[in-house]
């Protein structure tokens, strides 16, 4: 590794894309040197064209840059995609056939036979699912792609359990607000209330968990035969989804084998030592009153999924509560960690050569 | 009919006495003439030692009526218990003895095997349970209770549903603040939080459904055999329970069957036409964003449940969210309803002499 | 008064329009018979054009209304508008000039100088300004106008002391996220937090008001004298505006005069005892920590301003606090306010053939 | 300096005490080693005894130290006072006579004329007082006190404008919830809502303000002669109070006079480059939409004041607002501040003997 790799973000000026930029700043292999956006930004100054949102600052550099359209060309060859759903279907795919690597947030890809959905710690190895992506597509690039917010959540807390022979599972989730983009939900809406339907939400829960949890077989991934059932309600919380998950095994682990594997459970990102990997990306915590949005969400810089309360359920088998960051570990910080997985995995291979040779800033 | 009752207020300068004064206001049959509190309060006007939490006005008359020990002795043979549950068991045991009938809304006696846990739709019949309490007690009054809020909200959701043989129930709760008393909750620990845990709320979900649903066979109550797993939370909400339930069944009903099942259900309330009850007890909605707090939680003076999004459920059968006013509903409204029940059915019968003539204010 | 008029409400599907409709809901007076709406919503049932946001159910009879373009013709007289200010200029001109009168809650006209901008309690003769709008305008109809919601607040705290000479005015206005429409307020600016911009709205208090407060002379009116500077924040509360208020007189009047002309305080619309009226449109209440939002807001279905905490101001000469209910006292109920009092000054003559012939359902 | 300082916390289960405590964490110079709270906690573990209400972990090391009771002895020389005023009067001055420094954030002592209220970067000399209190009190040790939290806000974007003659001030408050420490304000009653009362609040920012930005003349604090008029309330945020402010100065600065005054605006924290000063103490923002918690709370650990909004007052002459944490600008961090400063002043010289003797550890 002698150099930095510029990478470009697409939908820049959105909320998804802000986290990017935000998630990068300072980041040693990424650098961010090339924003696209919607039409009626391109051309601005980053800092003229975005409404900044967040309570980190706008990065200086990046503010200074010029908004780019979102077409294939002068763009690095990695990019991260905060798009939103409603274009990023084509404007990712364009990218993908023009020879760019494309790290997706958005879902229109997610349940592709041939896109890798990937949570590092549980699927790394799905990203072989590329080499069937190149055979079948004939793109010179790739699209690889992250959960939904919710799914990422809950997934990283069953990954543990896939030991104990997970069958079915019943979630309930709180979500953030900020899930919702911005200006996303209405404060007439939701200020000392409870929104109990999330459009769409409820499905991508059920069906995104079956691909990450399931085996990569001859280049498919075989879905894992657990049954999810969700019901999805929109809190007014700023940032952390919390979700009450009980869960039913074939085998009967106690309560304190199921701690420990919370406990135990690591994978490729902990190993690689990643840069944006948690040391620890399940964390169970003792205290029956835990984990809470408002004392647990930036848990290693947000990269935690905080698990509490565990307990036997009379209906399933056992019930617990997870939390974790929606748009960092749900959304901006799994895009770069993907990436990074891509990376060491020699999957970023192709666009090594536009090094920056700024490796004696790191 | 020729007068009011005079009724007493346990509890009166607690939030739940407030509550039960406010729901007694201008009521047809019950007039508060006598309040008691704790040591602190007793000798003080009502006006002066309640800090009202309401924004209801605080009635006038009671405004300046001095608050009693909670002793018997010159309290009306009617009364209303908003006790806390540290005092209610011992002090409401001594309103029985003497003579007294209690309708309490506190936790101490609800699962005794002789006391009636009451929601005037569902089991009724239950108040026949006094007959074994004066049996078994030897108390010339009574004690009359009705269930937890978080409860009554559920149980009036699946009452309807007993019909289709309901065998199991997952509820996960989005619990307001008012649920927690006065001062309750902490703002520091709900703004913009969520807390994942409510200190044995989550037995009292799974232990008096049983109670309520249940059936009367020799004097006493055979429990349903339903099973019940319930995780319970705090959000930042003033008023109303929201309730994610999903149901399992003997049979088959289809989801027509179920929606006709809540907009039917009705019950003695209903059919008395007591002055408290909710025309239709179960309202179902069909647009997909509802019920909300903001917006459904005060329908018919709050004393209804509101369900909506009826969906299957992968796991078990059917899904469906329900909500209700936890301190109308769930609380004071709840047991006004429960005295007028005893009323017509008979079991005030021996207070109507302290009739007060006012009849003609009607 | 043999019957009703028949009214129009412009920009309907709005979140103003909605409170309109909700006002106007049994009024003896007034009965919606036409709604008007952008072209989105033209050619709809009203039920199926407009996300209705309030807890007050949506009427049945309007929701069964087909949606009218905003244009003169077939519209009743007699129109409310809530259209937003984007619009509100042009259109209700074209309704004016086809002899429809506009009773608006938009800002567009209100500071020409002949159009009456009206508190009925403060200002009711400022309708003879309508005689100056014909003669300069050659209108056939007429458009009169209600004050922004926080001036409306302020304006009926500082009427009552116009008696003891008022100089100088400071408000600090801590307004609810209503006031910003629907969507408005992304729930992302605003949960756990406080915006301290709003764009125009410090300006619109500071000017409105001296002409609200002004005086009537040969048809114009001459600005009251007041100097008034303002601070406008928003803050995570749905309904009511709380302002801080100093002011500054020329003469020396006690506390005790002061809270005398605040209970003191009527006009036209409690002397003519219009349907809309509040019994007190003041009310000074003496609880150290009163008023709020939550507990005063609904006084008096939300007509009523509430004061308290009146002191000594060491800079200016006593400060106070004071808060209405933006979108009723502030806005819908504003407007309606407004045009029973024109109905009772004969301002609504050429419309009142009209009348419905409904008489007996009142 | 060759090695850090024992130091203890009074008043450590508290909330101010967790925030003084979490403020050590990693201080170079100062060591918590000894932790007293009430009767009720002595003798417990720390991590027993306090629930802890902070998003930043319990310090392990704190966790495990036993509370001790709040009596000299023990104790380290020099003590952080975190104690509520119900009892820091008694206790300080306790600890004072036997011959400890106490750094105490309570209001007690405050405006006791030979006790320091001090800000550093405002009037560090006023640690000269302490020779007086040496001479009047007859103490071994002394106190050192820090102003009330909003005082601390309006003091930091005030001082700057000393120079232009400061001679009145209008000020109000929307103040977080952790002002009121915990459980503090109930959820019941500021969810949605806002408190228009904080008992003694307002006189507090009035007659602090004056002894801070006073002048040190032979031995004692002449009050600065600013006239300050305070409104404050409680508004539903977490941390960050936010003043709306109007100033009358003698001279006629222009506003890039004023704004130049906030930028420039620096004092011994900096040039002493004290552990916890932020580089520029008071921040002004161009953008129209701030300061706001949500964004600017945490600038600089949240040592920094920021302001924002300059414009003319049309009653006072110029108007903006101001924002600042409150728990650690406005408590736990000006107490931290304040003993740094003492420090390097030499105010702690007879405790320099407990060095610890880890200077290594820095």
């Known amino acids: 590794m002698k150099g930095r790799f510029d990478v470009g973000v697409l939908g820049a000026t959105g909320i998804v894309g802000q986290e990017i930029i935000t998630a990068l700043v300072g980041h040693p292999w990424f650098q961010v ?9 391109v051309g601005k100054r980053y800092a ?19 908004v780019e359209p979102c077409v294939p060309g002068a763009a690095p060859m990695l990019l991260f995609s905060g798009l939103d759903s409603s274009i990023a279907g084509e404007v990712e795919r364009a990218f993908a056939v023009a020879g760019h690597t494309v790290v997706s947030n958005a879902r229109n890809h997610r349940m592709d036979a041939d896109v890798p959905l990937v949570i590092p710690e549980i699927n790394a190895d799905h990203l072989q699912l590329l080499e069937e992506q190149r055979c079948v597509r004939q793109w010179k690039g790739k699209i690889v792609t992250n959960p939904n917010c919710s799914t990422i959540v809950m997934a990283l807390a069953l990954a ?10 019943m979630i ?18 939701i200020i000392g209330n409870i929104l109990p339907y999330i459009d769409g939400e409820e499905a991508k829960i059920e069906n ?12 498919r991934v075989v879905p894992h035969e657990v049954v999810v059932s969700a019901q999805a309600t929109r809190v007014p919380v700023i940032n952390g989804h919390t979700a009450l998950i009980s869960v039913k095994f074939e085998s009967s682990p ?45 848990r290693e810089s947000g990269m935690v999924v905080t698990v509490g309360r565990l307990r036997e359920c009379s209906v399933l088998d056992y019930k617990f509560i997870a939390l974790g960051h929606n748009t960092i570990r749900g959304a901006a910080g799994a895009a770069v960690l993907n990436a ?3 990376k060491v995995d020699g999957f970023l291979g192709e666009v090594e050569i536009q090094e920056t040779g700024l490796g004696a800033a790191d």
């Open 33 to 41: 040197t090339w924003i696209g956006a919607s039409e009626r930004s």
């Open 48 to 66: 003229a064209a975005t409404p900044w949102r967040l309570a980190a600052s706008r990065p200086e550099d990046v503010s200074e840059m010029t």
């Open 160 to 169: 543990p359990l896939r030991q104990f022979g997970l069958t079915h599972v």
């Open 172 to 189: 309930s989730t709180l979500q953030a607000v900020s899930g919702a983009g911005y200006p996303g939900v209405s404060s007439l809406d």
């Open 208 to 219: 995104e968990a079956q691909k990450i949890l399931g085996s990569l077989v001859d280049r």
């Open 254 to 298: 106690t309560s304190t084998d199921i701690i420990q594997a919370f406990r135990d459970f690591s994978g490729r990102p902990q190993s690689e030592s990643l840069p944006s990997a948690p040391r620890q990306p399940v964390c169970y915590l003792d205290e029956p009153d835990r984990p809470q949005p408002k004392l647990d969400v930036d």
């Open 340 to 342: 990074e997985l891509m």
